[in-house]
């Protein structure tokens, strides 16, 4: 089929230059878009025509009215829920993905896609502190990450139980028990619900005023159990006391999985480690890449410690697929997929070692900063920031205060309710935001606090 007019390297020529644009305008620009630019969308919306047309006239019309339309998280001062920028090896490997246009499900496939998720499974391995030997799947997020880890427990509980769940289902099945901490991530739930499971019959622990499940009164009755933890609480950045739980929890027999999201990486920098010691002791672990590694949407891990439970648990069978070394897609859901092993390793390769160390450090230093200078200003810190999390009451107007930062556009935080207050929530996880973005973003919210407090 003949499409082009515009010749590909002018085409590509042409993107490039609105990519430029587009991120060097990142940190001028509203974080969020203006009334104006939502409304230029509707420039987007026309009934299709009949005839192709050049394509540098979809990428224009896409970079002039798509463009401002977008939400400024990939620049510096994005501090909503837990969202990371692009790095910009990961960027670049992406545009050169795409033209690679992989079908990484199968080794026959994409040799490359097969090869690159498996040297950035085993440096990720290795930074993360999980047992060398494991199964690695690439799938969409951390959420995919927990139903695979999930759906694994599941199978090996039931197989040592004496049934097959992948071929009986769940009907007429031994039970199996879930336990989770009292702030479980709502996507460990979402999974369990999905994986016939159940969302709400899952034994909740108490947990301490950071959100971390107390040890002294972990326990749980005999029989088949899945423990569900957490390095990385949402609001407060704790992590479950792992080191002690997990031995617990392995005692009586139960699979520990780790919604380590984003808090996993605490691993690779010698600062924070500490604070998830222990992490290894358990069976399988869910980590995002495109939250705090810096990679594009969607990508993230499953790590499972024996990778032919998670094989089984994943695997399909048919005639035209071939068998052998296990190929990327029998360690995850899907089938066909995108190589999403090409932005991690990049993103791996450009930092290295003590380059992953510092793009943690830098968000959790950022994060201290927020905090000293937002109590300094005198406003309530609610956690103790152990992390890249910070959680700040302002008092009686916090919800307008909240409102009234992002609709200034400076910089944008989220909002959440801790023990019954609404709270403003930072989450610092950019490799792109500085000490200047820290700076100006602090004089907007306290500015602005400020004001509020006068008003009213
Ligand atoms: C973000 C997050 C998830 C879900 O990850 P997705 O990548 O959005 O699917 C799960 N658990 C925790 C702790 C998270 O922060």
């Known amino acids: 089929m003949k499409l082009k007019k515009t010749p590909l390297s002018s085409l590509l020529q042409a993107t490039t230059n609105h990519m430029v644009d587009y991120l060097e305008q990142l940190d001028t620009r509203p974080i969020v878009p203006t009334e104006d630019h939502i409304s230029a969308m509707e420039g987007l919306d026309f009934d299709l025509q009949d005839q192709p047309i050049d394509p540098k006239q979809v990428v224009d019309l896409l970079a002039r009215l798509g463009s401002p339309g977008t939400v400024g998280s990939a620049g510096g001062r994005y501090f909503g829920f837990v969202i990371g920028s692009t790095l910009p090896a990961a960027l670049a490997a992406h545009c050169l993905a795409g033209a690679w246009d992989q079908c990484a499900g199968l080794q026959v496939l994409s040799p490359v896609g097969a090869k690159l998720e498996a040297i950035a499974g085993r440096w990720m391995k290795q930074m993360l502190g999980l047992p060398g030997q494991s199964g690695v799947g690439f799938v969409t997020g951390a959420t995919m990450g927990n139903f695979t880890g999930l759906a694994t427990a599941r199978h090996a509980l039931l197989k040592q139980a004496g049934w097959n769940v992948e071929a009986q289902g769940l009907f007429g099945a031994p039970e199996i028990k879930v336990v989770v901490g009292e702030q479980v991530h709502v996507s460990v739930l979402k999974s369990l619900s999905l994986l016939g499971l159940g969302s709400e019959r899952v034994v909740r622990l108490p947990v301490d005023?950071?959100?971390?499940?107390?040890?002294?009164?972990f326990e749980f009755e005999d029989g088949p159990t899945i423990v569900c933890l957490q390095a990385g609480n949402v609001d407060t950045g704790s992590v479950d006391p792992l080191n002690q739980i997990i031995p617990l929890a392995k005692k009586k027999g139960a699979w520990v999985h780790i919604d380590g999201a984003f808090g996993l990486w605490a691993a690779a920098s010698s600062k924070y480690k500490h604070l998830i010691e222990g992490v290894e002791l358990a069976d399988s672990w869910s980590v995002d890449l495109h939250k705090w590694l810096n990679v594009p949407y969607d990508n993230g891990v499953v790590i499972c410690r024996n990778p032919e439970l998670l094989v089984t648990a994943m695997s399909v069978n048919a005639a035209y697929l071939p068998d052998g070394t296990p190929g990327p897609y029998q360690l995850t859901p899907g089938l066909s997929r995108r190589a999403r092993g090409v932005e991690a390793y990049a993103a791996l390769?450009?930092?290295?070692?003590?380059?992953?160390?510092?793009?943690?450090?830098?968000?959790?230093?950022?994060?201290?900063?927020?905090?000293?200078?937002?109590?300094?200003?005198?406003?309530?810190?609610?956690?103790?920031?152990?992390?890249?999390?910070?959680?700040?009451?302002?008092?009686?107007?916090?919800?307008?205060?909240?409102?009234?930062?992002?609709?200034?556009?400076?910089?944008?935080?989220?909002?959440?309710?801790?023990?019954?207050?609404?709270?403003?929530?930072?989450?610092?996880?950019?490799?792109?935001?500085?000490?200047?973005?820290?700076?100006?973003?602090l004089e907007a919210m306290i500015r602005i606090a400020r004001q509020y407090s006068s008003i009213t």
């Open 349 to 441: 390769y450009s930092l290295g070692k003590s380059g992953v160390a510092q793009l943690i450090e830098d968000c959790c230093r950022h994060a201290k900063t927020m905090a000293n200078s937002l109590e300094q200003a005198g406003y309530k810190i609610l956690n103790d920031v152990v992390l890249n999390q910070v959680m700040v009451d302002f008092g009686d107007n916090t919800d307008q205060i909240i409102q009234a930062i992002q609709e200034e556009g400076t910089c944008w935080a989220s909002g959440t309710t801790w023990k019954g207050r609404s709270a403003m929530r930072i989450s610092v996880s950019s490799w792109a935001t500085t000490e200047e973005d820290v700076k100006v973003s």
């Open 209 to 217: 005023d950071q959100g971390r499940i107390k040890t002294d009164t």
